[in-house]
């Protein structure tokens, strides 16, 4: 499932995509989809086919789950998995986006989970899946976030207890904490802090949840990448600086992040990072939830 910032989704199997080395060119995603002008990708989300026993194709039956969506102004909304059964080639409306919004993110959610946002001035908040009505594709769901003038979302996760979130920001720095630091808040709020953002740290440009076992992709504005070891990056609390990713050229920041799957021919990655020297940070803003 491929969603674009514009709020759309096309579907399309995996198999039909050429397979290509890591250092091929790759083919224009023009070509595989029936993109509108306007349109890029924003998030891609894979699904097991599923069959029942007749040989039917069940996999987006209902009681599959849902697609839970985050957009840049804050705004959330889930959807049932089941409600993407009648895609077309074309595209069909997953979201609907007010002017001036696009979409961050979407991930698939079992109905008992529970999210996590994060913003570009590293503020972030937790809350219950629970807390989001299922509502229709062509809506524009509710506030998951209240971002501050000037600030706004860049990723959505899902909290996974036996895992932790991996923040990077611009400059290249980033950290690991546990998702016991988030504790869990109503929806709507400001939120709190989820990275001390300085000159030296720049902005938050994404995050995502990973183990110990994964591997990390760190993608650059001027077209590099890095391949690391999650494991190489130690813990850290909630409210600091966190420790260098990857050392960048002058004028060049990360873009992306993206967890990899480790294969026979790893490329090394850094024994250690760098530590930022970055302390606890108090002081942290909070603000009720509001509806």
Do not use: W
């Not at 524009?140 to 207890?161: N, S, T």
């Not at 950290?175 to 709190?192: A, L, N, P, V």
């Not at 480790?262 to 020297?277: K, L, R, V």
């Amino acid at each position: 499932m491929f969603f674009t910032n514009t709020g759309r989704v096309y579907v399309d199997r995996v198999y039909e995509i050429d397979e290509a080395a890591r250092s091929a060119q790759g083919r224009n995603i023009k070509n595989l989809l029936d993109l509108q002008p306007e349109e890029a990708i924003a998030a891609i989300l894979r699904l097991e086919r599923r069959v029942d026993e007749k040989g039917n194709d069940i996999t987006f039956a209902e009681g599959s789950g849902n697609v839970v969506f985050a957009t840049k102004d804050g705004t959330v909304k889930k959807t049932s998995l089941n409600d993407f059964a009648n895609y077309r080639k074309a595209g069909i409306i997953a979201i609907n986006l007010e002017e001036g919004n696009s979409l961050v993110n979407a991930e698939l959610t079992s109905g008992a989970d529970e999210i996590v946002l994060v913003t570009h001035d590293g503020m972030s908040i937790r809350f219950p899946e629970e807390d989001l009505r299922t509502q229709g594709r062509n809506t524009i769901g509710v506030r998951g976030i209240r971002p501050r003038a000037g600030d706004y979302v860049v990723a959505l996760a899902i909290v996974d207890p036996q895992k932790t979130l991996l923040v990077a920001s611009e400059n290249g720095l980033g950290k690991r904490t546990s998702f016991d630091e988030y504790r869990t808040q109503g929806r709507g709020g400001t939120g709190i802090k989820t990275m001390n953002c300085t000159d030296k740290t720049g902005k938050v440009v994404s995050a995502t949840v990973v183990s110990d076992e994964d591997e990390l992709m760190l993608m650059t504005t001027a077209g590099q990448s890095v391949r690391i070891k999650v494991a190489t990056v130690r813990e850290t609390g909630r409210a600091t600086q966190g420790v260098k990713l990857m050392t960048l050229n002058e004028g060049e920041s990360i873009q992306d992040i993206s967890i990899v799957i480790p294969d026979d021919e790893d490329e090394e990655a850094p024994a250690e990072t760098e530590d930022a020297g970055a302390g606890e940070v108090s002081g942290e803003m909070e603000t009720p939830a509001e509806e």
